[in-house]
């Protein structure tokens, strides 16, 4: 009989020793390449070891463990998530993916349980990109591609993306060497905490992921005329604050009316004086869905009520793209196979979208994929304050054990 509840237990106390690895001594923070980073290597591998994989490092400073097939020439079944964090995060985004599949090949081990596949498990060395300020540094070398001008990429230090990699031992001529492209890679499955309240909300510990949805920003500029605010009359002003207010309003009621996720988070107004008419408004807008078509159809909606404001209101009105992301759906058979385990445990399934980006992402051009989100308090991530339950860590782990055994069949 495994005891899934101990085991989570010392998944837990696992996460927390991770959790001390940081670079500052005031709160979490593990970048790419520093030594933290080589620290929680270490620290994994060993675990690693005690579980009775062998474990690496590849050229990417990603670390790998694997619990053998018999056959040396077997495809591979790709468990993980990433094992860096943002400044002042929490202990749980990231490496619960890499750390609770460990006590899972414990159990594999214990019971006996040959596979016909390698079982990996991969813990990315960058996923949240703080360092260098792109995403996803660790998976996207597994698909062999790194962008030449990565060459470029500078930390907040000065200090280049190859000279990072040469102080870690590694050398940026060398990446390419992490593809996986070509190594029969059956799938890639990530246990990640939610980061959203959902799961929460519906009192369930665990949900299969549909869908990571494709988020499109872009800047907006609205401009209008500055004016004194006691002399100019309302009627004869165009004032960009309010005229960007209504823009604002628009996107949320579109947004809610159509089922996606919309955001002005940003705003930037001039000249920004207690008694003088707003000139210039500058917003930020981040549009999200797990269908791109519709998410767009949406977009659409929002930018033809933003020309009509400013029509009315006689403003200025620039709208810039910034950055545009298409979402990647989740394997069918892969959610199928999550369900059942999950109902097996007793808990009824649910299927929700991931509206964060993750490694899943760049692994998708490789392999079909898959994501189990665990539940966390309130939603909250990217903070210290984050946390989880181990009873649903128990969860998780019962669910993963029962997907590798349906995929071992
Ligand atoms: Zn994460």
Redesign the pocket.
């Known amino acids: 009989m495994i005891n899934y509840n101990d085991l989570a237990k010392l998944v837990m106390a696992r996460l927390e020793e991770l959790g001390n690895i940081s670079q500052s001594t005031d709160y979490l923070d593990r970048r790419y390449l520093t030594p933290e980073h080589r620290q929680a290597n270490r620290l994994v591998a060993g675990w690693m070891g005690e579980a009775g994989m062998i474990s690496w490092e590849d050229q990417a400073g990603n670390l790998w463990g694997r619990y053998e097939c018999l056959d040396p020439n077997a495809p591979r079944f790709i468990l993980g ?2 094992l860096d964090t943002v400044p002042n995060g929490g202990k749980y ?2 490496m619960l ?1 890499v750390v609770a599949p460990i006590s899972l090949v414990h159990i594999l081990k214990v019971t006996r349980t040959p596979l016909p596949f390698h079982l990996d498990i991969v813990g990315f060395g960058d ?2 990109g703080t360092r260098f300020g792109s995403t996803l540094l660790g998976s996207k070398a597994l698909t062999g591609r790194w962008p030449d001008e990565w060459a470029k990429l500078k930390d907040e230090n000065g200090i280049s993306l190859p000279e990072a990699l040469k102080s870690f031992g590694l050398n940026f001529d060398n990446v390419p060497q992490a593809s996986v492209v070509d190594t029969g890679v059956l799938g890639y499955l990530e246990l ?2 939610e ?1 959203g309240p959902v799961l929460e909300k519906q009192n369930l510990p665990v949900g299969v992921v549909s869908a990571i949805s494709g988020a499109r920003r872009f800047d907006i500029a609205v401009t209008g005329m500055a004016g004194h605010a006691g002399t100019v009359p309302m009627a004869l002003r165009q004032d960009a604050l309010v005229a960007a207010s209504e823009m604002v309003l628009t996107v949320e009621t579109l947004a809610r009316e159509h089922n996606v996720v919309a955001t002005v988070g940003k705003i930037e107004n001039k000249p920004n004086g207690v008694n003088v008419i707003s000139g210039r408004t500058q917003l930020s807008l981040d549009i999200r869905s797990e269908n791109d078509a519709h998410r767009d159809a949406v977009l659409e909606q929002i930018v033809q009520s933003f020309h009509q404001i400013a029509a009315r209101r006689q403003v200025g009105l620039v709208i810039n793209q910034t950055h545009t992301a298409s979402a990647v759906q989740c394997d069918h058979r892969l959610q199928s196979i999550l369900k059942n385990a999950i109902s097996e445990c007793g808990i009824p399934t649910h299927t929700l979208p991931s509206g ?1 980006g ?2 899943a992402m760049a692994m998708a051009r490789l392999c079909p994929v898959a994501m189990l989100f665990l539940r966390c308090d309130r939603g909250i ?1 990217h903070h210290p304050a984050e946390a989880i339950k181990t009873d649903d860590v128990a969860v998780a782990l019962a669910t993963l054990h029962s997907t590798i055994k349906h995929l071992a069949h």
């Open positions: 998530s990433h985004d990231g993916g996923e949240e990640h905490i980061q964060a993750h490694d991530s």
